[in-house]
């Protein structure tokens, strides 16, 4: 499997990106995608993910209470792809951000893309 991700880029405080993240090769249906972030001086970190569900626009989502109202998590199953629409961004949002997909049959069994940099200037 393999994760290819997009979007990031350089934003002034309170403006918006969206990152997507398109996954390829052998995908099990039953599927959690998500989106993380890292800074140099902390661990990675979920921001938010989203199940595979029973439809094409997928399941429940969660997010990290840091991004709540502020990002919102969506996929087209039917692309394998998820996005990360980000509005009001602050100079803490800052990262590089790492898209996942996780097998909810193994947990065990994941995936990462390359981080893609996101960069909010105060």
């Known amino acids: 499997v393999q994760l290819q991700a997009s979007g990031g880029g350089l934003v002034q405080a309170g403006g918006s990106l969206r990152l997507s993240c398109a996954a390829s090769g052998s995908i099990d249906t039953l599927n959690v995608m998500g989106w993380y972030r890292q800074t140099p001086a902390k661990q990675r970190v979920l921001v938010a993910a989203?199940?595979?569900?029973?439809?094409?626009?997928?399941?429940?989502?969660t997010y990290a209470d840091s991004v709540k109202g502020r990002f919102t998590i969506s996929r087209d199953n039917t692309k394998n792809t998820v996005y990360l629409q980000m509005n009001s961004l602050k100079p803490e949002d800052t990262a590089v951000y790492y898209c996942?997909?996780?097998?909810?049959?193994?947990?065990?069994?994941?995936?990462w893309g390359k981080g893609t940099q996101v960069t909010v200037s105060s």
């Open positions: 996942n997909i996780r097998n909810l049959r193994n947990l065990l069994i994941q995936y």
């Open positions: 989203t199940e595979s569900g029973g439809s094409a626009s997928g399941g429940s989502a």
